[in-house]
């Protein structure tokens, strides 16, 4: 779900970078406004549609292709990020940081709703996972590889904000092609926006291009799980990974019509943020239960308490200045539960020196787990609702398909593990 609607959300936005290219400033010119559809979903995006069934077109055609063009591709888009944190420092003021309102207008629940929203800005740096069987030494290169990429994209993501927000007052950045539109307000600098918007058509593509090869990846591991149908793990012989790309792209180019950009942050950023949230819990149950020596059970208990007392910490701030009582009283619960439970688990034993693991267990998991649910709780209600319908098909399909299948498919490995094992020792 989330790899889907980002992609369409990235295919969008192409539509606004490439119309300011061409020195179009209206949001919707590129767009066809049906009055007859609800409102959210009435601007059709055919421009987005086309990209995204293009880069399907590639992808089927050949994955080692595919990642050639995307390695040209990011060279230029390395470019266009020099350049605008570059010159959006040199045609900047530090006056328009706090100017008006202040550093923070909206103050510090105006800076957490903002964060819970771009969250799925960090979608796709656990795509790099799903290469692993094209990397020598993936216990070693992979973690550095993902820790690698956050810190760089973390790094430029803050500078290229910094650039924008030095340009320009943030109320008169535009939402639509923000870059293009900040360089195009600028006396002299107007031929820049379409350069601007040329390379950010550039990055998009780029950015778009390794999305969809993931997501076509994961497909294809939950297929060969039999989580969905086997035929979604189907593999071109020739090209790859081939036809495994139509079907998300399909369902990409589908969204991407309809929706417009706030309703796709709002679905991808409640979905990341659960999905972050069940990893770092996996990730504890992992190291003390399966690992370690400590019971299954109080590992539960300790998840269980601190998933409870983030959810209270967090619903104490949304009430404004009535129960600041409650945050101090459930930050301190989950401070001290994690502290109890560090000195009372026993984790397992560290893998051989060229095993990576994460360090300082149990506190970065249980930092992720706190502000996981914090940062949910900033978003919306229309967000959990949209949710809810969405998590109730996947479980319904879990329930009547994905059960059934998995078991028969553990079945069928084992008898086919005893036939070999028979054959093996009449030919031995």
Known sequence: MEYVLSNAAVARSFTDYLASTCGVTEPNAWRVEVEAIAKGYNALDFPAVALILLLTACLCYSTKESSTLNMVLTAFHLL??????????????????????????????????????????????????????????????????????VLIVSALYCLMSVALCVMLPYTEITESAPFSSAFRDKAGWRWASNVVGAG???????????????????????????LVP????????????????????LCTASIALFTELQIVFEM??????????????????????KVGATRPLHVLLFLLLLTLSSVGFSLSRRIDGKWRWGMALFGAMSVAV???????????????????????????????????????TTLKMRSFQRFGIWSLVITIFYVCYGVHSTYTAEENEIVNAMIHDANADILS
């Open 230 to 249: 086997a035929w979604l793990a189907k593999v071109h012989p020739s090209t790859d990974l081939g036809s495994v790309h139509t079907y998300p792209g």
């Open 80 to 149: 266009f990020f020099a350049f605008i944190i570059v010159a959006g420092f040199w045609n900047g003021s530090a006056r328009n940081m706090v100017t008006p309102g202040g550093l923070a207008p909206y103050g510090v629940r105006g800076v957490l709703d903002g964060a819970a929203v771009v969250y799925f800005s960090y979608i796709g740096y656990d795509s790099a996972s799903t290469m692993a069987e094209e990397i020598r030494d993936p216990a070693r290169a992979l973690p550095v590889g993902i820790a690698g990429s």
């Open 268 to 289: 991808i950023s409640i979905g990341t943020l659960l999905a972050f949230y069940l990893v770092a819990n996996a990730l504890i149950y992992h190291r003390y239960a």
């Open 338 to 376: 994690v502290a109890i439970f560090h000195c009372t688990a026993q984790q397992g034993a560290a893998g051989p020196p060229s095993e990576w693991t994460v360090p300082l267990m149990p506190w970065p998991a249980a930092a992720s787990v706190f502000l996981n649910v914090f940062l949910m």
């Open 200 to 226: 950010a058509s550039i990055g998009i593509v780029a950015s778009l291009l390794v999305a969809m090869l993931g997501q076509a990846r994961y497909l294809c591991v939950i297929a060969r799980a039999r």
